[in-house]
C-alpha cells in the first residue's frame, strides 16, 4: 500500500507537468493551423543581422507569437532581439515548449521561412520559434 501511495505521488506531478506540455503545443499548433498556409522555400541556415538596431538588446526576453525579432549574433551563436515589425525582421508565428527540434515549424507552421531553437541544460526550458521574414 506504501509504496502505491508514493508511486502515485511521483507519477502525478509528472504526469501533469507533461499533460501541461502537451496541451499548450497542441493549442499553439491550432491557432497556427488558422492561418492559411503558403509553400514556404526552405528554411534558411541563418538569420539576418543586417536589420535595424533601432531598439535595446533585450536579454532574457521571452518571445511571443506576433513579436518581430532580429539576430545581434551569429548563425552558430544567435542573439535575438525584440524590435519594431519592419523589413529585415523575422515575426514569431509560433512558440513551441519543451522541445529542440526545429523541424516541427515544417508542420505545424507551414508558413515559417526559419526557425530558432533554445537549448536550456533543463529540457523543460527549451523552446522552438517558427520565424517568417517580413
Excluded at 509553400?39 to 513579436?67: I, N, Q, V, W
Excluded at 508565428?93 to 519543451?98: K, M, S
Aim: one cysteine or more.
Amino acid at each position: 500500500m506504501i509504496i502505491t501511495v508514493v508511486v502515485l505521488l511521483v507519477l502525478c506531478p509528472c504526469l501533469g507537468l507533461a499533460g501541461w506540455a502537451v496541451w499548450k503545443v497542441a493549442d499553439a499548433g491550432s491557432d497556427a493551423a488558422d492561418t492559411p498556409s503558403t509553400s514556404a522555400p526552405g528554411l534558411p541556415p541563418t538569420l539576418p543581422s543586417d536589420a535595424p538596431t533601432s531598439a535595446a538588446p533585450t536579454p532574457g526576453t521571452e518571445f511571443a507569437r506576433g513579436d518581430c525579432v532580429v539576430n545581434d549574433g551569429s548563425a552558430s551563436d544567435a542573439q535575438l532581439r525584440k524590435v519594431p515589425c519592419g523589413p529585415n525582421t523575422y515575426q514569431v508565428l509560433l512558440r513551441i515548449p519543451a522541445t529542440t527540434d526545429g523541424d516541427r515549424c515544417e508542420m505545424l507552421a507551414p508558413q515559417a521561412t526559419a526557425n530558432y531553437v533554445h537549448d536550456n541544460s533543463v529540457d523543460l526550458f527549451d523552446y522552438v520559434l517558427c520565424l517568417k521574414e517580413r
